[in-house]
């Protein structure tokens, strides 16, 4: 969906350290582009959508904080040649996911939060997922069942899948979890709608989630839906 981002600005600045080769030490494998030093830095980490791979959004990081260091992780389920999913589809209608897929995805992308935390020095609360489509289906697997894991979540083009929405309920208290919703309004696969009822389901479980309506979109991110994206990652760290 967005690999010119990746063709046309997978270059860095000297302060940067940009790997171009798959990178496999981690429980799932990924793309980085890190600063070579060892502080503290926030950590956002792309999870690309349904047949796409690693290479999808990481070039969107050159609209992002340029203080931030950035991880883009390639789906555990093979498709073919360069095309990955996080889950297979269950049914026809409706975008659900399987059961299955879902909790051992689940699994292997905390796992893969935690180990890049540790190596890449960053707090589980300065931790950022930001997922297109089905990318943005495993932001709210994971977030949304254990907020702990992260710092904040942006959901771009997703929904709220069933199987999770079923057991979701409504706390007192809610450990502190940024949410950020994107919508195209004229997104046909993943309906605007979705978008929309995710933002109010939030709503009832007591988040505040930022949402964003892109008139005239479809199943793609904008650059104005970048311009937010920019501003939220900075709201969260000035």
Same mark, same amino acid.
């Given at each position: 969906? =967005?690999? /010119?981002?990746?063709?046309?600005?997978?270059?860095?600045? +000297? &302060?940067?350290?940009?790997?171009?080769?798959? *990178?496999? %030490?981690?429980?799932?494998?990924?793309?980085?582009?890190?600063?070579?030093?060892?502080?503290?830095?926030?950590?956002?980490?792309?999870?690309?959508?349904?047949?796409?791979?690693?290479?999808?959004?990481?070039?969107?990081?050159?609209?992002?904080?340029?203080?931030?260091?950035?991880?883009?992780?390639?789906?555990?389920?093979?498709?073919?040649?360069?095309?990955?999913?996080?889950?297979?589809?269950?049914?026809?209608?409706?975008?659900?996911?399987?059961?299955?897929? =879902?909790? /051992?995805?689940?699994?292997?992308?905390?796992?893969?939060? +935690? &180990?890049?935390?540790?190596?890449?020095?960053? *707090?589980? %609360?300065?931790?950022?997922?930001?997922?297109?489509?089905?990318?943005?289906?495993?932001?709210?697997?994971?977030?949304?069942?254990?907020?702990?894991?992260?710092?904040?979540?942006?959901?771009?083009?997703?929904?709220?899948?069933?199987?999770?929405?079923?057991?979701?309920?409504?706390?007192?208290?809610?450990?502190?979890?940024?949410?950020?919703?994107?919508?195209?309004?004229?997104?046909?696969?993943?309906?605007?709608?979705?978008?929309?009822?995710?933002?109010?389901? =939030?709503?009832?479980?007591?988040?505040?989630?930022?949402?964003?309506?892109?008139?005239?979109?479809?199943?793609?991110?904008?650059?104005?839906?970048?311009?937010?994206?920019?501003?939220?990652?900075?709201?969260?760290?000035?």
């Amino acid at each position: 969906m =967005l690999k /010119v981002f990746a063709l046309l600005t997978l270059l860095a600045s +000297s &302060a940067v350290h940009a790997q171009t080769t798959l *990178q496999k %030490d981690l429980p799932l494998n990924y793309l980085a582009q890190v600063h070579a030093d060892a502080e503290q830095r926030p950590l956002v980490i792309f999870l690309h959508g349904y047949g796409s791979n690693e290479a999808d959004l990481i070039g969107m990081k050159f609209q992002l904080p340029a203080q931030y260091n950035y991880l883009s992780v390639q789906a555990p389920m093979a498709l073919g040649e360069g095309r990955f999913q996080w889950f297979r589809k269950k049914g026809e209608g409706a975008y659900n996911g399987e059961t299955d897929d =879902l909790r /051992v995805a689940g699994q292997k992308l905390r796992a893969f939060i +935690s &180990a890049a935390a540790q190596k890449y020095h960053a *707090q589980p %609360d300065k931790v950022y997922l930001i997922g297109f489509s089905q990318g943005a289906m495993m932001t709210y697997e994971v977030g949304l069942r254990q907020p702990t894991a992260v710092g904040g979540i942006a959901a771009l083009s997703g929904r709220v899948l069933p199987v999770l929405k079923r057991e979701l309920k409504a706390e007192a208290a809610h450990p502190p979890l940024s949410v950020f919703i994107g919508h195209g309004t004229a997104d046909d696969r993943v309906p605007y709608a979705d978008g929309t009822a995710a933002n109010t389901l =939030l709503h009832t479980l007591g988040y505040q989630p930022q949402f964003h309506a892109y008139p005239g979109v479809g199943h793609s991110i904008s650059a104005a839906e970048l311009r937010d994206l920019n501003g939220w990652l900075q709201q969260l760290n000035p």
